[in-house]
DNA sequence: ATATTGAATGCAAACGTTTGAAAAAATTTC
DNA sequence: GAAATTTTTTCAAACGTTTGCATTCAATAT
């Protein structure tokens, strides 16, 4: 029945009449193997679809060659370019990527990173769920350092933690699309924010809130509504803030989905963007360019984080001992279309 | 230095003088064991932060407990969707999910599976790549049949292998697209085509140009154009329809991303949608709700095939020695929206 | 006092591979 | 033809865990 076993070296050794370790060295090219018992095996090797067993190779020298991937979703743009940009870099390396989704559960979270240690994965690129965020949990995080695992923190970071970190800046993006849409002439500015609680959200808000200061225009409590990254989240808000006595005049969105979210609602209320309603998003996604009309937008490096964490990582690997934590922040750049180009 | 080596059964069974066994079985709440040995032991593994090694545990019960997703992108809202609908099945199930984007490369594909056999993977999913189909190869299939590892094919798949498959019907998806756009009064329908040979293009061209036939409507090859299934490369074809002598009065795109870049220019000619040009897309992604007007398209249920792949595979692991491989194929359904609703 | 039972633990093999050292076989040298 | 050398092969241990069977030791029954 199981006739599918996979051959191991010991049948081959057994067909040969010679050891496993012969057979070892023979399929390994060792120099020390007769010409031709090297070439009569490799070709009943080739014959009979012998595949090394890497499973026992990991267990002997102790490397797995994986890596963890642990991200709260793989349903946005960003997060797929920044899988895309680990792939890029690490896959022509040999490794495989275990990719874990937590759906922004702390328990998610905590168990795929212990699981990922029990299978003695080699590094851990982790983007923070939101309740960890919010409920401050770290425990969970001193295992992965205990254990020396490589720990690569992307965009949601701890301040406090002695790891490598890379994410984009988005606190200078907010505040330049902010500063643009003032340059514009924009008075009323309104921000669609993130979720509470998460460094994104919370650095976009604070570059809005800054500029505005700069510029000294009031901070207006009531033009400022939550959303939850998705298109559908940023309806109603948008909604609620079209009907005020004063409504704005722009909107940031926190990221692309919730401007075209807004961009939506202005629509349909008979606005003209952007003569009568100034917009700008964030991410640059695909899409932004080819709303009606397109998206101003703040572009995020996503591919080139996934690059450059996988740099952190390959850094504290080679890295001899006294390894030193590094923090890469990326710029964000504006990107000015036709939304917020009232003239 | 490498004080961070991970504390192993050994270890404890030297800080205890006992056996590895007692160890293993303590841990294991073996009732074998003396219930002072076992709390000690369990305690002192949880102060140590002892945590099983799963590699040694899959080379000894030949099960890793991992499972393969090869795909050609990631990048899409779509393939995202499914692997969400793995993940949804297959990680509570204790499951690992290793993802390897093939970027349409035959030789990645390839080495990807190579790769994962290797690794003794337990299942592999499977969208084979443009390449892979357009050369018909498939050697590199029969290695994994060969190894009976469960090999699930997704969307793309190969008519005559004895393998499971999941699959959405875009046959008739784009079929009622057509016939839709028909019934609201449209006369002359172009469609902007996937990559050709890849099955998903070709089923819903072949929808297309069914319900035209059925409808006695003339297939003008002129309103035919190739597209690469992101929003750029529907730019250039749809200038050119829009150009024609006699251009469409409907757009029939291969999916989402497409359809809005068609909607992107036939606005910049100042064509309105959906009185002068009516419009559909496929895949019902989350944007197309919210585009101005909102994309009219088939709605293509990605985490439902994940789900339904993941079943496939459970039934062929848990199948009796004689294993029928089975074909889902998942309605795709019409969903109408503002861009074809010409009244 | 001896046999019997029961509880608790240890032994050894297994999973598949690699590798340093030892052994065996073949070849060369004198 | 024996010694020396070289080439080729085998041995045994290791990686970390589990598990059937054997062993130990103490308590109980005869």
């Known amino acids: 029945m199981n006739s599918s076993r996979p051959v191991t070296i010991k049948d081959i050794a057994r067909r040969f009449r010679c050891s496993p370790s012969t057979v070892s060295r023979a399929l390994n090219d060792h120099p020390a193997i007769n010409e031709d018992t090297r070439k009569n095996i490799q070709e009943y090797a080739k014959e009979v679809g012998y595949q090394r067993n890497e499973v026992s190779l990991s267990l002997l020298n102790k490397k ?4 963890g991937v642990v991200v709260p979703t793989i349903s946005n743009y960003y997060e797929t370019a920044v899988i895309e940009g680990l792939h890029t870099v690490l896959q022509p ?6 990719i874990c989704v937590t759906n922004e559960s702390y328990l998610l979270e905590k168990e795929s990173l212990s699981k990922l240690l029990s299978n003695r994965t080699e590094g851990i690129f982790l983007s923070v769920s939101q309740e960890t965020y919010d409920a401050g949990y770290y425990e969970h995080l001193e295992n992965v350092i205990q254990r020396k695992t ?5 965009d949601r970071e701890y301040e406090d933690f002695e790891t490598s970190r890379a994410t984009v800046d988005d606190y200078h993006g907010a ?14 500015i309104a921000h669609l924010k993130g979720p509470n609680g998460l460094t994104v959200s919370e650095q976009r808000f604070k570059g809005y809130v800054n500029c ?3 510029y000294s225009m009031p901070i207006r409590e009531e033009l400022i509504l939550n959303t939850n990254f998705n298109v559908e989240s940023a309806i109603l808000p948008t909604k609620r803030l079209l009907e005020l006595a004063s409504p704005p005049d722009a909107i940031f969105g926190v990221n692309d989905q919730v401007a075209i979210g807004a961009m939506r609602v202005a629509k349909d209320k008979g606005l003209r963007i952007p003569q009568d ?14 709303t009606f009309p397109s998206l101003t937008t703040v572009h995020r490096p996503g591919r080139k984080i996934g690059m450059e964490a996988s740099r952190l990582f390959l850094n504290q690997l080679n890295g001899s001992g006294d390894f030193a934590p590094e923090s890469i922040v990326l710029p964000s750049e504006l990107v000015i279309r036709e939304s917020s180009l009232r003239i």
Do not use: R
Request: aromatic content about 14%; proline content about 4%.
């Open 93 to 98: 390396m040999g490794y495989t990527l275990n």
């Open 175 to 188: 505040f330049a699309a902010v500063e643009h849409l003032i340059s514009i002439g924009y008075k009323q």
């Open 150 to 154: 490589p720990l690569i923190f992307i």
């Open 277 to 290: 309603i100034g917009l700008v998003g964030f991410d640059n996604s695909p899409i932004s360019a080819y």
């Open 64 to 67: 797995t060659a994986s890596l």
């Open 212 to 214: 505005l200061k700069k």
